[in-house]
């Protein structure tokens, strides 16, 4: 089920490590009033008729999931920022990839909390990928009265610095490494 933002980044974000993708890139931008997200991958992208397909709470390709028969993430997606005054847009080209764009009013007093971003970025950056040495980048931004943050991650330097990303210690430097980026001046 999806509480906070970060849940609904997290499972539109795994659908593009699903779809073979090599390399996935994964955007946040925060405001006072506004989070704005943007997921692109290199996958195999959709045609028009899949696209429109997707939208359907009760679509599913039984390809990712083969016992699964309802795909709630993207209507799920589609219906929050809807009743939330944001907006959306899903770009896909077969054989290309696909780009999901999320805003969210975060002064509308319906929209789910945030969330984790740390917790995210350590989520989606431990999804196993069948593409070996798949890449995924991670840009953070963030301009309030009481914050600013301007980072990016790479997986593929993070892999060079920790060894690997299964282990424990490197589990523990890699949360800590996330969250030090959230709280750095």
């Known amino acids: 089920m999806h509480y906070t933002l970060c849940d ?4 539109i974000t795994q659908n593009g490590i699903e779809a073979g993708a090599a390399k996935v890139c994964v955007e946040l931008t925060e405001t006072e009033k506004t989070l704005t997200v943007y997921v692109r991958d290199n ?3 959709m045609s028009p008729e899949t696209l429109k397909k997707v939208q359907d709470p009760f679509y599913t390709d039984g390809v990712k999931h083969p016992n699964r028969k309802v795909g709630l993430g993207i209507p799920f997606l589609i219906q929050t920022i809807s009743e939330t005054g944001g907006s959306w847009n899903i770009s896909s080209e077969l054989g290309k990839g696909t780009t999901v764009y999320m805003q969210f009013d975060l002064t509308n007093i319906d929209t789910p909390p945030v969330g984790d971003v740390p917790g995210l970025f350590r989520q989606v950056l431990l999804l196993q990928n069948t593409v070996p040495g ?8 963030k301009e309030t009265t009481s914050e600013t943050l301007d980072y990016s991650i790479l997986r593929s330097e993070l892999v060079d610095a920790l060894g690997d990303l299964e282990n424990g210690k490197s589990l523990a430097l890699l949360g800590d490494f996330l969250y030090s980026q959230e709280t750095a001046d």
């Open 8 to 11: 609904m980044i997290a499972d």
């Open 43 to 45: 996958g195999k992208g």
């Open 134 to 141: 798949y890449e995924m980048e991670i840009s953070r931004k």
